[in-house]
């Protein structure tokens, strides 16, 4: 793991045989991404996959979110559902692929990311917190703000 957040992020000192919802669930920093994945129906949806990627927001990233954005989001499952899957690339990705890449989202979008070392940015705004978390089908970088489809 790397990162500036990593500290902070931990309750669980070994996530490698969890499903990605689990694991998740493990970090208190990421509770409303897990109870935003549970209302939109996507925990089995996410747990049924191999080898993805997840780029989930912290709680911290929730947070920057009006609250009236926030209440309309949660209030609409399938818009949910295209934020929440944009956060998702079908493949696994390494530290060393983030440097420069560009991978399509399980919603249909593309995002990118940037950087160098421990230092890396999802679509040159939200930074990466904490990266290179191991779950039994999932590699999470937690991010510090929610990202949204160019469509959205």
Request: with cysteine.
């Amino acid at each position: 793991m790397f990162g500036p957040g990593c500290p902070s992020v931990s309750q669980k000192a070994d996530t490698v045989k969890d499903k990605v919802t689990e694991a998740a669930a493990a970090y208190p920093q990421l509770s409303q991404l897990v109870s935003a994945a549970v209302r939109a129906g996507l925990n089995g949806t996410l747990d049924g996959k191999s080898h993805i990627t997840v780029f989930a927001p912290n709680d911290q990233a929730f947070q920057k979110v009006t609250a009236s954005q926030l209440t309309s989001l949660l209030k609409n499952q399938g818009e949910l559902k295209k934020v929440l899957t944009y956060h998702v690339v079908d493949k696994q990705i390494t530290p060393d692929e983030l440097s420069h890449g560009s991978f399509t989202t399980v919603e249909g979008s593309k995002l990118t990311t940037s950087g160098s070392g421990s230092d890396f940015k999802v679509n040159g705004k939200a930074s990466v917190v904490c990266g290179d978390i191991k779950a039994a089908n999932a590699t999470i970088y937690v991010v510090d703000a929610v990202l949204r489809p160019p469509s959205s």
